[in-house]
């Protein structure tokens, strides 16, 4: 499918790459490329050459935050359905099957902080600056800090919500906002091994871990047990875990089926 404001592309290793491309507008998100973020991470659920996605920003910039043309002159209700547009992808990936990996090439502001919080995993450019920085224009990022707060707990989400500095790499590393940091003359190279690696995983395994860790995520402790418990007997009993088991026994390579 062809998009106007980001690229796909599916490789044979089995990782789809969404960049954001508007690069001219540091890769902000516009109502057209919220909208196109949502549906290529959807169609990249469905395709099934797809294990890992992995998303992007064209240019020197992962994403500044959200474009402020047309911001003014809306009701209270029609900035609520903006903004809820505008953060839909967020919330989705959460409830994707397959790992979303932030590729970070450069400053992640605002919503761009939150999509990179929102993905699963991030490995970023030793450049790749991070911060909620809406506050210092009078807004804030109350969507954003959610995923935020996810990776980071109370304390480092507040600061990052109420100061809306950008974080250097190796600090935001330090708290969990990224996994890694690597050169940025390595980055691309990096991050593709990083996610051609996580392909290589059991699919099926791989959809169980991710969908069980968020649908239990916010129980208590015991329910969580109860809840994985039950998650990982299903996985026990699929084809896949027995191929994988086989796989070991027999110290070959397991075949995964393509989900």
């Known amino acids: ?13 089995f990782v ?30 469905k395709d099934s050459s797809v294990r890992v996605v992995m998303v992007t920003g064209a240019g020197r910039a ?12 809306k009701t209270e209700a029609e ?6 547009h505008m953060e839909d992808s967020l919330a989705y990936i959460s409830q994707m099957s397959k790992p979303v990996i932030a590729k970070v090439n450069g400053a992640a502001a605002a919503i761009g902080a939150g999509l990179v919080a929102a993905c699963d995993l991030a490995i970023a450019s030793e450049r790749a600056k991070i911060g909620l920085t809406a506050i210092n224009v009078g807004l804030n990022c109350v969507g954003p800090v959610i995923p935020v707060s ?35 003359d390595e980055l691309n190279e990096l991050a593709r091994e990083w996610a051609a690696s996580l392909a290589q995983r059991s699919p099926v395994a791989v959809a169980n871990a991710k969908t069980s860790y968020y649908a239990s995520e916010d129980m208590s402790y015991m329910e969580q047990f109860k809840f994985m418990d039950r998650a990982f007997a299903q996985l026990c009993a699929s084809p896949e875990a027995k191929e994988g088991v086989s796989a070991f026994l027999e110290k070959r390579d397991p075949s995964w089926k393509t989900k």
């Open 1 to 13: 499918m062809s998009y106007n404001t980001i690229i796909t592309e599916i490789g044979e290793d």
């Open 16 to 45: 789809g790459m969404i960049t954001l491309n508007r690069p001219d507008q540091l890769n902000t998100f516009s109502w057209d490329l919220a909208g196109e973020l949502r549906q290529a991470l959807e169609e990249m659920e």
């Open 62 to 73: 992962f994403c500044a935050g959200i474009d402020l043309t047309g911001y003014e002159g």
């Open 79 to 84: 900035y609520e359905k903006w903004i809820t």
């Open 150 to 184: 996810k990776s980071l707990g109370r304390k480092h989400a507040l600061e990052m919500l109420l100061f809306g500095e950008l974080l250097s790499p190796t600090r935001a590393l330090e708290m969990g906002l990224y996994n890694r940091v690597v050169p940025s």
